[in-house]
C-alpha cells in the first residue's frame, strides 16, 4: 500500500523560508512524478511544482524564482524548499506521486505566512 508522509510546515513570517519534505513508502518501482500542490481556504487546490524521475521540473508563476523542487530516488522523497515566503503563501501543501499509473496524495502540512 502506497503512502506518503509530509513534514516540514509551520508558521514562519513574510521573507521567511521553510522546507517541505514527503517520503513514500510501499514503493516498489520508479516514481514517475512528484510534486507539490496546495490549497488555501475558499481556493482550488493548484500545483506548485512538480519532478520527474528524469529531473525535470515545472513550477506555478507564483513561485518561481522563490521555491525550489528536488527529489531523492534513494530514498523516495522529494522535498520543496520555500524561500521569501509571501502571506499568499498560506495554503495546505500536499505532496502527490504518479506512480504506475496511480495517483497518490499525502494527507497536507500546513505553511502559514504572516505579514
Known amino acids: 500500500q502506497v503512502q506518503l508522509v509530509e513534514s516540514g510546515g509551520g508558521l514562519v513570517q513574510a521573507g521567511g523560508s521553510l522546507r517541505l519534505s514527503c517520503t513514500a513508502s510501499?514503493?516498489?518501482?520508479?516514481?514517475?512524478?512528484m510534486g507539490w500542490y496546495r490549497q488555501a481556504p475558499g481556493k482550488q487546490r493548484e500545483l506548485v511544482a512538480a519532478?520527474?524521475?528524469?529531473?525535470?521540473?515545472n513550477y506555478a508563476d507564483s513561485v518561481k524564482d522563490r521555491f525550489t523542487i528536488s527529489r531523492d530516488n534513494a530514498k523516495n522523497a522529494a522535498y520543496l524548499q520555500m524561500n521569501s515566503l509571501k502571506p499568499e503563501d498560506t495554503a495546505v501543501y500536499y505532496c502527490?506521486?504518479?506512480?504506475?499509473?496511480?495517483?497518490?496524495w499525502g494527507q497536507g502540512t500546513q505553511v502559514t505566512v504572516s505579514s
Open positions: 502527490n506521486i504518479l506512480y504506475r499509473s496511480n495517483t497518490y
Open positions: 510501499g514503493i516498489i518501482f520508479s516514481i514517475s512524478v
Open positions: 519532478v520527474t524521475i528524469g529531473g525535470s521540473t
